[in-house]
């Protein structure tokens, strides 16, 4: 099977998954208590995708766990929590992170 | 980016500024480029690897936009999986974005069709988060789709230029520059304000440790899917609970 037409087949399946509830699914059909289980997607969502990249760094041979990019993850999210500003919790982040890899490696 | 096209009507009874939140999207995910660029390059480069072709490659950034799917994809072909698999696998990676619709279903409910679709194709991890961050910030904007689109443009097209660019000059980035850090901490600059209340928080604390444990030991992802549930889960309960005291 050429890998042209893998490609559009599993293009097409994540598509369906992709806008499931916005295309999909029927909207008069979803019940109103749901607003309250939407409220909590994002934030768990973000938290279970900064969570292992700030506790593990990726090696060749798999995660490890990565003390200076831990400290640097929860300072940059204190910093994060005060200035509200994406670039400078960037900025400060991989400073604290290249200054804590100098320090404990 | 194009100028404006007047030919193009704005849908009556509704606010629309144009290419003012598509243009305010596109700016709002330029920092997190940064980390989102060297990972297409990467994923260029295993395309090559895997023995994809130029032309296949290129197909396949613009028909599928979600990085960890298409590598899944090219490493399962390349081993010769049948299609089911390659298919029940991807799918199993990308049901987070059943969520993320789920949660954008208040967004995009008066568009027509064929836009909520556009922005099911496009969308990713990144732009949702800056979607999602905008709307806690910002309720009353009334364009949030220009907004997501603006947002999702914004990451898919510099992705994609970046994979074209990863195939044929391989991985430029040197890898001792932990450049990957940065995507992570645009998450949390995103995720900050939305710790509001003690049911968010909660819901926050559980996913985090939850994705700790599971992320590693699971495959395919299912343990974000597992670690996001588990965060919803802890943050209705408490939610109930805070209603019915």
Same mark, same amino acid.
């Given at each position: 099977m050429s890998f042209f037409a893998v490609a559009l087949v599993v293009s097409l399946a994540s598509l369906v998954v992709k806008g499931l509830f916005t295309c999909f699914v029927p909207q008069g059909r979803l019940p109103r208590a749901l607003d309250r289980i939407l409220r909590f997607i994002p934030p768990a969502a973000l938290a279970a995708l900064v969570a292992p990249a700030i506790v593990y760094a990726k090696t060749a041979s798999g995660s490890t766990f990565a003390p200076a990019r831990l400290l640097a993850g929860l300072g940059a999210l204190v910093i994060a929590v005060y200035s509200r500003n994406v670039v400078v919790t960037i900025v400060s982040g991989m400073a604290l992170l290249m200054l804590l890899q100098r320090v404990i490696g | 980016m194009p100028p404006p096209d007047p030919s193009v009507p704005s849908p009556a009874g509704r606010r629309r500024g144009g290419w003012t939140e598509p243009l305010r999207g596109?700016?709002?995910? %330029?920092?997190?480029?940064?980390?989102?660029?060297?990972?297409?390059?990467?994923?260029?480069?295993?395309?090559? *690897?895997?023995?994809?072709? &130029?032309?296949?490659?290129?197909?396949?950034?613009?028909?599928?936009?979600?990085g960890t799917a298409q590598v899944a994809t090219v490493h399962l072909f390349a081993a010769g999986a049948p299609l089911l698999v390659i298919v029940a696998t991807t799918v199993m990676i990308?049901?987070?974005?059943?969520?993320? &619709?789920?949660?954008?279903?208040?967004? %995009? *409910?008066?568009?027509?069709?064929?836009?909520? %679709?556009?922005?099911?194709?496009?969308? &990713?991890?990144? &732009?949702?988060?800056?979607?999602?961050?905008?709307?806690?910030r910002n309720p009353d904007n009334g364009d949030m789709t220009g907004f997501l689109v603006g947002a999702s443009l914004g990451v898919f097209l510099p992705w994609a230029a970046a994979?074209?660019?990863?195939?044929?000059?391989?991985?430029?980035?040197?890898?001792?520059?932990?450049?990957?850090?940065?995507?992570?901490?645009?998450?949390t600059a995103l995720l900050a304000p939305q710790l509001k209340d003690r049911g968010r928080i909660a819901s926050a604390l559980t996913a985090a440790a939850a994705a700790v444990i599971l992320v590693p030991t699971m495959p395919l992802q299912l343990g974000f899917l597992a670690a996001l549930l588990a965060g919803v889960v802890v943050g209705v309960l408490l939610d109930g609970k805070r209603e019915g005291a």
């Open positions: - | 596109a700016r709002a995910v %330029l920092p997190i480029l940064v980390g989102v660029i060297p990972f297409a390059l990467v994923l260029g480069f295993i395309m090559r *690897q895997t023995g994809r072709t &130029s032309a296949e490659s290129g197909f396949f950034s613009f028909s599928l936009i979600a990308n049901m987070r974005y059943a969520l993320y &619709s789920l949660s954008l279903v208040p967004i %995009l *409910q008066r568009e027509p069709w064929w836009r909520r %679709l556009f922005c099911a194709y496009i969308i &990713s991890d990144q &732009s949702y988060a800056f979607t999602m961050a905008e709307a806690e994979v074209l660019v990863g195939y044929h000059a391989g991985a430029i980035i040197p890898p001792s520059l932990p450049l990957d850090f940065t995507i992570p901490l645009v998450f």
